[in-house]
C-alpha cells in the first residue's frame, strides 16, 4: 500500500527550489516549524522516486510525522 511521504527539510537548505519541484504544492503552503528554520514538505503517495536533493532528509509516513508535528518545535502554545 503506498503512502505519502513527507520530510523535514531545512528552511535555509540553498536547494529548496529543487526541492520545490517535487512536492505537493509551493513552499509557501508547507507547514513551517515554530522557529521558522524548519519546513515539512510532502511528495504524493504515487511518488515512489528517489531524490537526491531529499537524500540527506529522513522521510517519514503520515502516523509519524504526525507525532513529530505535534511536539513543541511544531506546535505553537498558546498565549
Not at 535555509?12 to 513552499?27: F, Y
Request: glycine residues 2%; aromatic residues 8%.
Amino acid at each position: 500500500m503506498s503512502h505519502n511521504r513527507y520530510y523535514i527539510v531545512n528552511a535555509s537548505d540553498p536547494n529548496l527550489a529543487d526541492i520545490e519541484e517535487v512536492i505537493v504544492g509551493n513552499l509557501d503552503k508547507q507547514r513551517p516549524s515554530v522557529d521558522d528554520t524548519e519546513l515539512v514538505v510532502k511528495l504524493h503517495k504515487e511518488d515512489h522516486n528517489d531524490y537526491p536533493v531529499l537524500s540527506e532528509y529522513t522521510e517519514y509516513n503520515h502516523e509519524n510525522i504526525l507525532i513529530v508535528m505535534s511536539t513543541p518545535e511544531w506546535t505553537p502554545t498558546e498565549i
